[in-house]
């Protein structure tokens, strides 16, 4: 029996008899016969387990396609500069924990940290998949951060009473009487689209806010309706640019007429 109990740095032993003490636990055998067999500690025997199921996942990673945004901050947790980039992206420290677990792959990007991100990364980074062409993004003033520097529950509510220019696009479907057939088109439930492209009001009928869009649901759309469109608000793009967008909201209108 050759011991490692002498070894001071984990990764080092692990180096040298991880693999064979992975092949060991898949084959069913015991904590106490493994450290017997290879001269360690208990406390030994849980970094090894803790170092080869980080290196594992690590490699999962490495080859598992995400979207182009997810892979950037994937790198900077890797590279162990997440944490500066975050900083300096100017995320609070509630958004830089959401943005982190999103990065291990614990849970799904939001609006909200998509939106705070928004002058740094263009929203359609979050939908395409990093082997798919990226479009061209939207250029836009950012005149909302002037006014909210931050996006959190407050600012969320207000900019929810605004239509974005997703929401302007689906207007011209709604003026059209095409929505239903555009949601067929996308493979898309009338009434999940209805959830975020038409205004909720309250029950004295004032106008109350509108749902932002999850991601798979702009996905969904994301041929005709450009994912940077939900996360963009009409003044901030040239009255050009706006006219754009309904012109091409009311090509979709007339072809699905021979749909």
């Keep these: 029996m050759i011991r490692y109990s002498y070894l ?12 064979d003490v992975l092949n060991d636990i898949m084959k069913g055998k015991g904590e106490s016969e493994i450290l017997k067999k290879y001269g360690i ?52 420290e509630p958004q ?5 677990n999103v990065a291990r792959g614990d849970f799904r990007a939001t609006y909200g940290i998509i939106f ?5 990364i263009s929203p359609s980074q979050w ?18 951060e002037k006014k909210y520097p931050h996006y959190d529950f407050d600012s969320r509510n207000e900019l929810a009473k605004e239509s974005t220019l997703g929401n302007i696009f689906f207007d011209v479907l709604k003026e059209r009487r095409a929505m239903s ?15 975020f492209v038409y205004m909720k009001h309250h029950k004295n009928g004032e106008m109350r806010y509108l749902a932002r869009p999850t991601l798979p649901f702009i996905k969904k759309f994301r041929e005709d309706v450009h994912p ?14 706006l006219q754009e967008i309904r012109n091409r909201a009311n090509e979709c209108a007339a072809s699905i007429r021979h749909y």
């Design 228 to 241: 940077d469109w939900w996360f963009i608000y009409p003044d901030e793009v040239s009255k050009e640019y």
């Design 181 to 195: 057939k555009f949601c067929v088109m996308h493979n898309c439930e009338k009434l999940e689209a209805a959830n």
């Design 41 to 92: 500690s208990e406390y030994q025997f849980s970094q090894i387990k803790r170092i080869i199921l980080q290196q594992v996942k690590d490699k999962i990673d490495s080859t598992e396609t995400t979207s182009h945004a997810v892979r950037y901050f994937k790198t900077l947790v890797k590279e162990r500069s997440f944490a500066t980039k975050a900083q300096e992206f100017g995320l609070t």
């Design 127 to 144: 939908i395409y998949l990093e082997n798919e062409e990226l479009p061209k993004p939207v250029k836009f003033n950012s005149l909302v």
């Design 116 to 120: 705070a991100l928004r002058n740094i």
């Design 96 to 100: 830089q924990k959401l943005l982190y």
């Design 8 to 19: 001071v740095d984990t990764e080092e032993i692990t180096d040298k008899i991880g693999v």
